[in-house]
Protein backbone atom coordinates (compact mmCIF):
# COMPACT_ATOMS: atom_id res chain seq x y z
CA UNK A 1 0.00 0.00 0.00
CA UNK A 2 0.67 3.57 -0.06
CA UNK A 3 3.91 4.71 1.30
CA UNK A 4 3.14 8.08 1.14
CA UNK A 5 2.82 10.13 4.72
CA UNK A 6 1.71 13.48 3.36
CA UNK A 7 -1.93 14.72 2.53
CA UNK A 8 -2.45 16.44 -0.85
CA UNK A 9 -4.94 18.69 -1.65
CA UNK A 10 -5.79 20.98 -5.05
CA UNK A 11 -9.05 22.29 -6.54
CA UNK A 12 -10.15 19.24 -8.96
CA UNK A 13 -12.80 21.40 -11.09
CA UNK A 14 -11.30 23.19 -14.43
CA UNK A 15 -10.26 26.71 -13.25
CA UNK A 16 -12.30 29.48 -13.27
CA UNK A 17 -16.16 30.22 -12.20
CA UNK A 18 -18.81 27.59 -12.47
CA UNK A 19 -21.69 26.10 -10.81
CA UNK A 20 -19.53 23.86 -8.37
CA UNK A 21 -16.08 23.70 -7.71
CA UNK A 22 -14.68 20.47 -5.81
CA UNK A 23 -11.48 20.47 -3.94
CA UNK A 24 -9.91 17.41 -3.41
CA UNK A 25 -8.02 15.56 -0.35
CA UNK A 26 -5.50 12.37 -0.25
CA UNK A 27 -3.63 10.84 2.17
CA UNK A 28 -3.71 9.85 5.80
CA UNK A 29 -4.87 13.15 7.13
CA UNK A 30 -7.32 13.55 4.37
CA UNK A 31 -10.20 12.54 6.48
CA UNK A 32 -8.95 14.52 9.64
CA UNK A 33 -7.73 17.72 7.96
CA UNK A 34 -12.34 17.08 6.34
CA UNK A 35 -13.56 16.53 10.06
CA UNK A 36 -11.87 19.83 11.25
CA UNK A 37 -13.10 22.14 8.25
CA UNK A 38 -16.77 20.42 7.84
CA UNK A 39 -17.19 19.56 11.61
CA UNK A 40 -17.42 16.35 11.75
CA UNK A 41 -16.74 13.01 9.02
CA UNK A 42 -20.22 11.95 7.19
CA UNK A 43 -20.00 7.40 6.72
CA UNK A 44 -17.94 6.65 3.91
CA UNK A 45 -19.41 7.44 0.32
CA UNK A 46 -22.61 8.89 1.51
CA UNK A 47 -22.64 12.34 0.17
CA UNK A 48 -23.39 14.84 2.77
CA UNK A 49 -24.62 18.45 3.38
CA UNK A 50 -21.98 20.48 5.54
CA UNK A 51 -20.52 23.91 6.23
CA UNK A 52 -16.96 24.83 5.35
CA UNK A 53 -14.95 26.42 7.81
CA UNK A 54 -11.59 28.46 7.78
CA UNK A 55 -8.81 27.41 10.61
CA UNK A 56 -11.28 31.01 12.54
CA UNK A 57 -14.30 28.37 12.10
CA UNK A 58 -15.38 31.50 9.69
CA UNK A 59 -17.98 29.67 7.33
CA UNK A 60 -16.34 30.08 3.73
CA UNK A 61 -18.69 27.83 1.74
CA UNK A 62 -21.40 25.15 1.98
CA UNK A 63 -21.91 21.87 0.17
CA UNK A 64 -21.60 18.34 -0.37
CA UNK A 65 -18.69 16.25 1.59
CA UNK A 66 -17.48 13.00 0.64
CA UNK A 67 -15.65 10.74 2.43
CA UNK A 68 -14.18 7.48 0.61
CA UNK A 69 -11.90 5.85 2.94
CA UNK A 70 -8.82 3.33 1.77
CA UNK A 71 -8.37 1.36 -0.03
CA UNK A 72 -11.78 1.76 -2.08
CA UNK A 73 -10.79 5.35 -3.83
CA UNK A 74 -9.39 6.66 -6.86
CA UNK A 75 -5.76 7.26 -5.17
CA UNK A 76 -6.15 3.91 -2.63
CA UNK A 77 -5.55 6.36 -0.24
CA UNK A 78 -8.14 8.38 1.93
CA UNK A 79 -9.81 10.72 -0.03
CA UNK A 80 -12.60 13.57 0.81
CA UNK A 81 -14.05 15.57 -1.45
CA UNK A 82 -15.70 18.80 -0.85
CA UNK A 83 -18.06 19.84 -3.34
CA UNK A 84 -18.64 23.34 -2.89
CA UNK A 85 -19.58 26.58 -5.28
CA UNK A 86 -17.38 27.36 -8.37
CA UNK A 87 -15.90 30.07 -6.67
CA UNK A 88 -12.12 30.76 -7.53
CA UNK A 89 -12.55 32.67 -4.25
CA UNK A 90 -14.13 30.33 -2.03
CA UNK A 91 -12.09 27.32 -3.38
CA UNK A 92 -8.89 29.08 -3.12
CA UNK A 93 -9.62 29.80 0.82
CA UNK A 94 -10.96 25.97 0.97
CA UNK A 95 -7.46 25.28 -0.45
CA UNK A 96 -5.85 27.60 2.07
CA UNK A 97 -7.79 25.91 5.19
CA UNK A 98 -6.48 22.64 4.38
CA UNK A 99 -2.67 23.66 3.74
CA UNK A 100 -3.12 25.50 7.27
CA UNK A 101 -4.13 22.21 9.05
CA UNK A 102 -1.89 19.44 7.55
CA UNK A 103 -2.01 19.43 4.00
CA UNK A 104 0.32 20.44 1.16
CA UNK A 105 -0.42 21.79 -2.70
CA UNK A 106 -0.53 18.51 -4.70
CA UNK A 107 2.01 18.59 -8.19
CA UNK A 108 0.04 18.19 -11.42
CA UNK A 109 -0.97 14.64 -11.86
CA UNK A 110 -0.04 13.66 -8.71
CA UNK A 111 -3.42 12.07 -7.37
CA UNK A 112 -3.04 9.82 -10.72
CA UNK A 113 0.50 8.94 -9.64
CA UNK A 114 -0.54 7.78 -6.62
CA UNK A 115 -3.10 5.89 -7.73
CA UNK A 116 -0.77 4.31 -10.00
CA UNK A 117 2.01 3.92 -7.13
CA UNK A 118 -0.86 2.24 -5.25
CA UNK A 119 -1.57 -0.28 -8.05
CA UNK A 120 -5.25 0.99 -8.81
CA UNK A 121 -4.48 1.73 -12.40
CA UNK A 122 -1.53 0.52 -14.23
CA UNK A 123 0.54 3.58 -16.36
CA UNK A 124 -1.27 3.25 -19.51
CA UNK A 125 -4.52 3.89 -18.03
CA UNK A 126 -3.16 6.79 -15.77
CA UNK A 127 -1.86 7.98 -19.25
CA UNK A 128 -5.57 7.43 -20.95
CA UNK A 129 -6.84 9.32 -18.27
CA UNK A 130 -4.63 12.46 -19.65
CA UNK A 131 -5.63 11.92 -22.98
CA UNK A 132 -9.86 11.76 -22.08
CA UNK A 133 -9.61 15.00 -21.40
CA UNK A 134 -7.24 16.63 -23.75
CA UNK A 135 -9.11 14.44 -26.25
CA UNK A 136 -9.86 17.03 -29.39
CA UNK A 137 -12.95 14.80 -30.26
CA UNK A 138 -15.47 12.56 -29.94
CA UNK A 139 -13.16 9.43 -31.24
CA UNK A 140 -10.38 10.22 -29.49
CA UNK A 141 -12.43 10.51 -26.53
CA UNK A 142 -13.90 6.98 -27.11
CA UNK A 143 -10.24 5.78 -27.48
CA UNK A 144 -9.45 7.25 -24.29
CA UNK A 145 -11.78 5.78 -22.87
CA UNK A 146 -10.99 1.98 -24.05
CA UNK A 147 -7.98 2.54 -22.86
CA UNK A 148 -8.59 4.13 -19.28
CA UNK A 149 -10.68 0.88 -19.14
CA UNK A 150 -7.98 -1.16 -19.61
CA UNK A 151 -7.96 -2.14 -23.10
CA UNK A 152 -4.34 -1.00 -24.48
CA UNK A 153 -3.07 -3.03 -21.15
CA UNK A 154 -4.99 -5.85 -21.60
CA UNK A 155 -3.57 -6.52 -25.21
CA UNK A 156 -0.06 -5.65 -23.90
CA UNK A 157 -0.91 -8.75 -20.74
CA UNK A 158 -1.65 -11.02 -23.70
CA UNK A 159 1.40 -10.59 -25.90
CA UNK A 160 3.32 -10.78 -23.03
CA UNK A 161 1.29 -14.23 -21.81
CA UNK A 162 2.62 -15.43 -25.09
CA UNK A 163 5.96 -14.58 -24.55
CA UNK A 164 6.56 -16.15 -21.04
CA UNK A 165 5.07 -19.42 -22.39
CA UNK A 166 8.03 -19.05 -24.84
CA UNK A 167 10.75 -17.70 -22.59
CA UNK A 168 10.01 -20.62 -20.27
CA UNK A 169 10.25 -23.25 -23.32
CA UNK A 170 13.52 -22.17 -24.33
CA UNK A 171 14.16 -22.11 -21.17
CA UNK A 172 13.03 -25.76 -20.77
CA UNK A 173 15.29 -26.39 -23.33
CA UNK A 174 18.27 -24.96 -21.72
CA UNK A 175 17.95 -27.67 -19.12
CA UNK A 176 17.84 -30.36 -20.82
CA UNK A 177 20.68 -29.50 -23.58
CA UNK A 178 22.35 -32.37 -22.57
CA UNK A 179 19.91 -35.25 -24.25
CA UNK A 180 19.40 -35.97 -27.68
CA UNK A 181 16.14 -34.52 -27.99
CA UNK A 182 16.33 -30.99 -30.38
CA UNK A 183 13.81 -28.94 -28.31
CA UNK A 184 14.88 -25.65 -30.33
CA UNK A 185 14.61 -27.41 -33.75
CA UNK A 186 11.10 -28.09 -32.64
CA UNK A 187 8.21 -27.00 -35.14
CA UNK A 188 5.94 -26.00 -32.03
CA UNK A 189 8.86 -23.31 -30.67
CA UNK A 190 8.90 -22.06 -34.40
CA UNK A 191 4.94 -21.74 -34.63
CA UNK A 192 4.46 -20.54 -31.12
CA UNK A 193 7.26 -17.94 -32.57
CA UNK A 194 5.49 -16.93 -35.40
CA UNK A 195 2.40 -16.65 -33.61
CA UNK A 196 3.89 -13.75 -31.38
CA UNK A 197 5.24 -12.15 -33.60
CA UNK A 198 2.29 -11.70 -35.98
CA UNK A 199 0.45 -10.81 -32.33
CA UNK A 200 3.03 -8.14 -31.59
CA UNK A 201 2.38 -6.61 -35.23
CA UNK A 202 -0.90 -6.38 -34.63
CA UNK A 203 -0.58 -4.57 -31.60
CA UNK A 204 1.56 -2.01 -33.59
CA UNK A 205 -0.90 -1.27 -36.05
CA UNK A 206 -3.71 -0.96 -33.90
CA UNK A 207 -1.38 1.05 -31.15
CA UNK A 208 -0.37 3.34 -34.36
CA UNK A 209 -3.77 4.22 -35.02
CA UNK A 210 -4.63 4.84 -31.40
CA UNK A 211 -1.31 7.51 -31.29
CA UNK A 212 -2.82 9.07 -34.54
CA UNK A 213 -6.17 10.07 -32.58
CA UNK A 214 -4.06 11.40 -30.40
CA UNK A 215 -0.69 13.29 -31.92
CA UNK A 216 -1.91 13.97 -35.43
CA UNK A 217 -0.61 13.03 -38.69
CA UNK A 218 2.32 15.74 -40.24
CA UNK A 219 0.93 15.61 -43.84
CA UNK A 220 2.71 17.64 -46.21
CA UNK A 221 1.86 19.27 -49.67
CA UNK A 222 4.36 18.90 -52.18
CA UNK A 223 4.48 19.50 -55.96
CA UNK A 224 5.50 21.97 -58.76
CA UNK A 225 4.91 26.19 -58.33
CA UNK A 226 1.29 27.05 -58.48
CA UNK A 227 -0.44 24.44 -58.96
CA UNK A 228 -2.39 25.37 -55.88
CA UNK A 229 -0.78 23.81 -52.35
CA UNK A 230 -1.17 27.23 -50.44
CA UNK A 231 -4.82 27.48 -51.57
CA UNK A 232 -5.76 23.76 -50.17
CA UNK A 233 -4.24 24.49 -47.45
CA UNK A 234 -6.06 27.68 -46.69
CA UNK A 235 -9.58 25.53 -47.55
CA UNK A 236 -8.97 23.38 -45.72
CA UNK A 237 -7.80 25.52 -42.86
CA UNK A 238 -10.82 27.96 -43.54
CA UNK A 239 -8.40 30.81 -43.13
CA UNK A 240 -6.37 33.07 -45.36
CA UNK A 241 -3.14 31.84 -43.79
CA UNK A 242 -1.00 31.40 -46.50
CA UNK A 243 0.27 33.81 -49.71
CA UNK A 244 -1.09 32.50 -52.85
CA UNK A 245 -0.78 34.23 -56.21
CA UNK A 246 -1.03 33.91 -59.82
CA UNK A 247 3.01 33.87 -59.93
CA UNK A 248 4.65 30.81 -59.67
CA UNK A 249 6.96 30.21 -56.72
CA UNK A 250 5.39 32.53 -54.06
CA UNK A 251 5.89 30.09 -51.26
CA UNK A 252 9.32 29.98 -49.71
CA UNK A 253 9.03 29.96 -46.05
CA UNK A 254 7.37 26.49 -44.32
CA UNK A 255 4.07 26.84 -42.88
CA UNK A 256 2.41 24.40 -40.56
CA UNK A 257 -1.04 24.61 -39.43
CA UNK A 258 -3.14 22.47 -36.90
CA UNK A 259 -6.20 21.07 -38.21
CA UNK A 260 -9.03 18.79 -36.97
CA UNK A 261 -10.43 17.12 -39.88
CA UNK A 262 -13.85 15.59 -38.70
CA UNK A 263 -11.95 14.45 -36.07
CA UNK A 264 -8.37 13.73 -37.36
CA UNK A 265 -6.21 16.24 -35.79
CA UNK A 266 -3.42 17.17 -38.50
CA UNK A 267 -0.54 19.29 -39.40
CA UNK A 268 -0.70 20.73 -42.98
CA UNK A 269 2.51 21.72 -43.81
CA UNK A 270 2.92 23.78 -47.47
CA UNK A 271 5.94 24.33 -48.55
CA UNK A 272 7.70 25.82 -51.73
CA UNK A 273 6.60 24.29 -54.99
CA UNK A 274 9.24 21.96 -56.44
CA UNK A 275 11.58 23.14 -59.12
CA UNK A 276 14.93 24.39 -60.49
CA UNK A 277 15.54 27.81 -59.65
CA UNK A 278 18.54 30.52 -60.01
CA UNK A 279 16.46 32.40 -57.13
CA UNK A 280 19.28 32.05 -54.17
CA UNK A 281 15.64 33.02 -51.64
CA UNK A 282 13.44 30.25 -53.64
CA UNK A 283 16.33 27.95 -53.96
CA UNK A 284 16.90 27.94 -49.77
CA UNK A 285 12.65 27.96 -49.82
CA UNK A 286 12.96 24.40 -51.74
CA UNK A 287 15.52 23.04 -50.02
CA UNK A 288 13.50 23.52 -46.56
CA UNK A 289 10.99 22.58 -48.42
CA UNK A 290 12.64 18.41 -48.92
CA UNK A 291 13.84 19.21 -45.38
CA UNK A 292 9.88 19.29 -44.21
CA UNK A 293 9.14 16.00 -46.42
CA UNK A 294 11.65 14.03 -44.67
CA UNK A 295 9.54 14.63 -41.45
CA UNK A 296 6.08 14.35 -42.81
CA UNK A 297 4.22 10.92 -42.57
CA UNK A 298 2.65 11.30 -45.74
CA UNK A 299 2.76 13.67 -48.77
CA UNK A 300 -0.34 15.01 -50.76
CA UNK A 301 1.54 15.67 -54.60
CA UNK A 302 -0.15 18.23 -55.61
CA UNK A 303 -0.67 18.96 -59.51
CA UNK A 304 -2.99 20.65 -62.08
CA UNK A 305 -5.35 18.84 -63.23
CA UNK A 306 -5.47 20.02 -67.25
CA UNK A 307 -1.99 18.93 -67.59
CA UNK A 308 -1.63 15.13 -68.60
CA UNK A 309 0.54 13.07 -66.15
CA UNK A 310 3.99 13.16 -67.55
CA UNK A 311 7.39 11.78 -66.98
CA UNK A 312 8.30 14.91 -65.52
CA UNK A 313 5.50 14.28 -62.95
CA UNK A 314 7.07 10.99 -62.13
CA UNK A 315 10.56 12.45 -62.28
CA UNK A 316 9.16 14.94 -59.62
CA UNK A 317 7.59 12.65 -57.87
CA UNK A 318 10.88 10.16 -57.80
CA UNK A 319 12.77 12.78 -55.81
CA UNK A 320 10.16 12.84 -52.48
CA UNK A 321 11.67 10.71 -49.70
CA UNK A 322 11.40 6.85 -50.87
CA UNK A 323 9.72 5.39 -47.95
CA UNK A 324 7.13 8.54 -47.63
CA UNK A 325 3.88 7.36 -48.78
CA UNK A 326 1.76 9.83 -50.79
CA UNK A 327 -1.35 10.56 -52.57
CA UNK A 328 -1.74 12.12 -55.82
CA UNK A 329 -4.17 14.91 -55.61
CA UNK A 330 -5.02 16.62 -59.32
CA UNK A 331 -5.93 19.77 -58.61
CA UNK A 332 -7.96 22.92 -60.23
CA UNK A 333 -10.84 20.43 -61.73
CA UNK A 334 -13.20 23.39 -62.13
CA UNK A 335 -10.32 24.69 -64.96
CA UNK A 336 -10.38 21.28 -65.87
CA UNK A 337 -14.02 20.84 -66.32
CA UNK A 338 -13.76 17.66 -64.70
CA UNK A 339 -15.63 16.03 -61.99
CA UNK A 340 -14.48 15.18 -58.34
CA UNK A 341 -13.53 11.53 -58.03
CA UNK A 342 -10.92 9.49 -56.42
CA UNK A 343 -9.57 6.10 -58.33
CA UNK A 344 -6.52 3.78 -57.23
CA UNK A 345 -4.30 3.46 -60.05
CA UNK A 346 -0.68 1.88 -59.86
CA UNK A 347 0.55 4.83 -59.07
CA UNK A 348 -1.34 4.50 -56.03
CA UNK A 349 -4.67 6.54 -54.68
CA UNK A 350 -5.55 9.27 -56.90
CA UNK A 351 -8.10 12.43 -56.68
CA UNK A 352 -9.44 14.98 -58.41
CA UNK A 353 -9.96 17.79 -56.59
CA UNK A 354 -10.81 21.97 -56.80
CA UNK A 355 -9.25 23.80 -53.94
CA UNK A 356 -11.30 27.00 -55.06
CA UNK A 357 -14.62 25.38 -55.50
CA UNK A 358 -14.33 22.89 -52.51
CA UNK A 359 -15.32 20.12 -55.49
CA UNK A 360 -13.65 16.47 -54.06
CA UNK A 361 -12.41 17.86 -50.62
CA UNK A 362 -14.67 15.49 -49.25
CA UNK A 363 -13.17 12.18 -50.91
CA UNK A 364 -9.58 13.73 -49.98
CA UNK A 365 -10.73 14.31 -45.97
CA UNK A 366 -11.84 10.26 -46.16
CA UNK A 367 -8.83 9.43 -48.11
CA UNK A 368 -6.72 10.72 -45.01
CA UNK A 369 -9.17 8.98 -42.63
CA UNK A 370 -8.54 5.61 -44.66
CA UNK A 371 -4.86 6.52 -44.41
CA UNK A 372 -4.79 6.61 -40.75
CA UNK A 373 -6.85 4.24 -40.26
CA UNK A 374 -10.33 5.82 -39.57
CA UNK A 375 -12.67 4.13 -42.00
CA UNK A 376 -16.35 5.05 -41.52
CA UNK A 377 -17.81 3.78 -38.61
CA UNK A 378 -14.85 1.73 -37.97
CA UNK A 379 -12.47 3.23 -35.03
CA UNK A 380 -9.47 3.06 -33.29
CA UNK A 381 -9.86 0.59 -30.46
CA UNK A 382 -7.88 2.06 -28.30
CA UNK A 383 -5.58 5.40 -27.27
CA UNK A 384 -1.90 4.92 -27.59
CA UNK A 385 1.34 7.28 -27.28
CA UNK A 386 4.50 7.03 -28.87
CA UNK A 387 5.79 6.40 -25.72
CA UNK A 388 3.71 3.12 -26.25
CA UNK A 389 4.94 2.52 -29.58
CA UNK A 390 8.35 3.20 -28.90
CA UNK A 391 7.97 -0.18 -26.44
CA UNK A 392 6.52 -2.31 -28.63
CA UNK A 393 8.91 -1.34 -31.64
CA UNK A 394 12.02 -2.58 -28.60
CA UNK A 395 9.98 -5.56 -27.72
CA UNK A 396 9.82 -6.30 -31.61
CA UNK A 397 13.26 -6.08 -31.93
CA UNK A 398 13.93 -8.31 -29.22
CA UNK A 399 11.58 -10.58 -30.12
CA UNK A 400 13.34 -10.91 -33.84
CA UNK A 401 16.89 -11.04 -32.28
CA UNK A 402 15.51 -13.97 -30.11
CA UNK A 403 13.95 -15.56 -33.31
CA UNK A 404 17.63 -15.45 -35.34
CA UNK A 405 19.09 -16.97 -32.22
CA UNK A 406 17.13 -19.83 -32.02
CA UNK A 407 17.05 -20.51 -35.81
CA UNK A 408 20.89 -20.92 -36.30
CA UNK A 409 20.33 -22.55 -32.82
CA UNK A 410 23.50 -21.07 -31.37
CA UNK A 411 24.03 -19.67 -27.95
CA UNK A 412 19.90 -20.33 -26.85
CA UNK A 413 20.92 -18.95 -23.90
CA UNK A 414 21.00 -15.17 -25.52
CA UNK A 415 17.43 -16.67 -27.38
CA UNK A 416 16.17 -16.63 -23.21
CA UNK A 417 17.67 -13.16 -22.26
CA UNK A 418 16.41 -11.38 -25.71
CA UNK A 419 12.85 -12.84 -24.74
CA UNK A 420 13.24 -11.74 -21.27
CA UNK A 421 14.31 -8.46 -23.00
CA UNK A 422 11.16 -8.06 -25.31
CA UNK A 423 9.17 -8.92 -21.89
CA UNK A 424 10.79 -5.46 -20.46
CA UNK A 425 9.82 -3.65 -23.06
CA UNK A 426 6.51 -4.63 -22.96
CA UNK A 427 6.36 -3.64 -19.70
CA UNK A 428 7.48 -0.10 -19.77
CA UNK A 429 3.72 -0.03 -21.27
CA UNK A 430 1.76 -0.98 -18.23
CA UNK A 431 4.56 0.43 -15.73
CA UNK A 432 5.95 -2.15 -14.55
CA UNK A 433 9.59 -1.62 -15.42
CA UNK A 434 9.24 2.32 -15.66
CA UNK A 435 11.88 3.96 -14.09
CA UNK A 436 11.17 7.36 -12.06
CA UNK A 437 12.79 9.63 -13.85
CA UNK A 438 10.01 7.91 -16.42
CA UNK A 439 7.07 8.35 -14.29
CA UNK A 440 8.17 11.78 -13.10
CA UNK A 441 8.31 12.93 -17.24
CA UNK A 442 4.60 11.37 -17.61
CA UNK A 443 2.82 12.74 -14.53
CA UNK A 444 4.19 16.23 -14.75
CA UNK A 445 2.57 16.64 -18.04
CA UNK A 446 -0.78 16.06 -16.65
CA UNK A 447 -3.24 18.73 -15.42
CA UNK A 448 -3.26 19.68 -11.21
CA UNK A 449 -6.04 18.62 -9.12
CA UNK A 450 -6.07 15.32 -11.41
N1 LIG B 1 -9.57 27.89 -60.59
C1 LIG B 1 -8.75 27.42 -59.69
N2 LIG B 1 -7.63 28.09 -59.38
C2 LIG B 1 -6.82 27.60 -58.44
C3 LIG B 1 -7.12 26.39 -57.76
N3 LIG B 1 -6.13 26.17 -56.88
C4 LIG B 1 -5.26 27.19 -56.97
N4 LIG B 1 -5.68 28.05 -57.94
C5 LIG B 1 -4.99 29.27 -58.35
O1 LIG B 1 -3.69 28.92 -58.75
C6 LIG B 1 -2.76 29.95 -58.41
C7 LIG B 1 -1.62 29.39 -57.58
O2 LIG B 1 -2.13 28.97 -56.32
P1 LIG B 1 -1.19 28.76 -55.06
O3 LIG B 1 -2.05 28.17 -54.02
O4 LIG B 1 -0.43 29.99 -54.75
O5 LIG B 1 -0.20 27.65 -55.62
P2 LIG B 1 1.07 27.02 -54.89
O6 LIG B 1 1.14 25.62 -55.34
O7 LIG B 1 1.02 27.28 -53.46
O8 LIG B 1 2.25 27.81 -55.58
P3 LIG B 1 3.72 28.13 -55.03
O9 LIG B 1 3.60 28.63 -53.64
O10 LIG B 1 4.21 29.13 -55.96
O11 LIG B 1 4.48 26.85 -55.10
C8 LIG B 1 -3.57 31.01 -57.70
O12 LIG B 1 -3.89 32.02 -58.61
C9 LIG B 1 -4.80 30.25 -57.23
O13 LIG B 1 -5.94 31.09 -57.11
C10 LIG B 1 -8.31 25.68 -58.13
O14 LIG B 1 -8.64 24.61 -57.63
N5 LIG B 1 -9.07 26.24 -59.10
MG1 LIG C 1 2.25 28.28 -52.21
Wanted: hydrophobic share 45%.
Amino acid sequence: MSAHTDTIVAVATAPGRGGIGVLRLSGPQAGAIAARIAGTLPPPRQATLRHFRDVRGEVIDQGLLLYFPAPHSFTGEDVVELQGHGSPMALQLLQQACCAIGARAARPGEFSERAFLNNRIDLAQAEAIADLIDAASAQAARAAQRSLDGELSRRVQQLAESLIQLRMYVEGALDFSDEDVDWLGDQHLSAQLGAAQAQLAQLQREAAQGRRLREGLNIALTGRPNVGKSTLLNRLAGADVAIVTEIAGTTRDVLREHLNLRGLPITLIDTAGLRDSEDPVEREGIRRARLALEQAELALFIRDARETFSDEDQQLMATLPAQLPRLIVHNKIDLAGLPPQRCERQAGVELFISAVSGQGLDLLIEALHRFAGLQDGAESAFSARSRHLEALARCQHHLDQAAARLQDRQLPELAAEELRLALEALGEITGRFGSEDLLGRIFASFCIGK
